[in-house]
């Protein structure tokens, strides 16, 4: 599982290759994917970036999420698949939820389905969608997937008309758990209801540690079970296993020992989850993964 109550697990954002100018290296990421699965990490993150644009801050050209997620299941065994997210108010919930189904039953039940909302007012415009509605598309949406994934039959109608003989398949053994991937406009209260966790971008610990607070609180409204927290973040892990913490955008740049440091704090400050981003700049992905698996999960 990506969350555990007590524990902070690892996970892998995809992918770990140079972002400028470049398209997706399927087969470099690939096998990053299988040394990380080797490796012990718990989650491969897939992003869903549907267009391209010059002003969009990560200009690598993304796989399509689906098809990359049917890959990864195909050619790795245990570590968990995530969506990190699924823009929702830009799919089809159907198309959504049968390609959630499949996915999870290829992977033997190691899918988790994070969703968000994007916010590229531009990219809204050329799916002829308001960004204006996007909570309430999102919200719709979610439900709508929800309904799908619980009951093969549900909410398969003819634009709000009867039902019809249709049904979403495959039913996979395991059910697709349903992840909140920023706030989407939403209440934390709602995603608490709805989501098996929050997963949010990083802020430096004394920061996220208010956005911790609000999120149990909320949580503690809904008396609800477990629910998970986590974060992504860029990092550079440098060679010099002592090299002192700065900051980047987005997360840190570190020698081993800090990584370790930060990982442990965060754990104590209610974070169970954390998906590197990792940077390729002065080192090899594969380095940076076995570095990781070595040296970095024995001690956290």
Do not use: C
């Amino acid at each position: 599982m990506i969350f555990r109550k007590d524990h902070l697990t690892l996970g892998l954002v995809l992918p770990a290759q140079s972002r400028i100018g470049a398209d997706f290296d399927f087969e470099t990421q690939i096998a990053l994917a299988a040394r990380a699965d080797k490796a012990g990490l718990t989650a491969l993150w897939v992003r869903d970036v549907p267009i391209n644009s010059s002003g969009y801050p990560d200009p690598i050209g993304h796989s399509d999420p689906w098809v990359l997620l049917g890959a990864l299941a195909a050619t790795t065994t245990t570590i968990q698949l995530a969506t990190g997210a699924i823009v929702l108010p830009l799919r089809h919930p159907l198309h959504v939820a049968k390609s959630a189904l499949s996915v999870q039953a290829l992977s033997r039940g190691r899918f988790t389905l994070g969703l968000g909302s994007g916010d590229r007012p531009t990219e809204y415009e050329v799916y002829g969608e308001d960004i204006g509605q996007r909570k309430t598309l999102y919200r719709n949406n979610w439900e709508r997937v929800a309904a799908v994934l619980g009951d093969a039959k549900a909410e398969v109608t003819a634009n709000g008309g009867p039902e019809h003989d249709f049904e979403i398949r495959p039913r996979p053994a395991t059910p697709v758990p349903m992840l909140s991937v920023g706030s989407s406009s939403q209440s934390l209260e709602w995603i608490a209801r709805h989501s098996i966790g929050w997963m949010t971008y990083y802020r430096s610990l004394d920061v996220q540690k208010d956005r911790i607070a609000l999120w149990q609180a909320a949580i503690g409204k809904t008396m609800a079970a477990f629910r998970g927290f986590g974060q992504s973040m860029a990092l550079e892990l440098t060679e010099d296993a002592r090299s002192r913490p700065e900051p980047i955008n987005l997360g840190m740049k570190t020698g081993r020992y800090g990584l370790i440091d930060a990982i442990q704090a965060m754990k104590q400050t209610g974070v169970h989850h954390l998906a590197l981003n990792i940077s390729t700049t002065n080192r090899p992905p594969i380095d940076v993964i076995d570095e990781i698996a070595t040296e970095v999960i024995p001690n956290v």
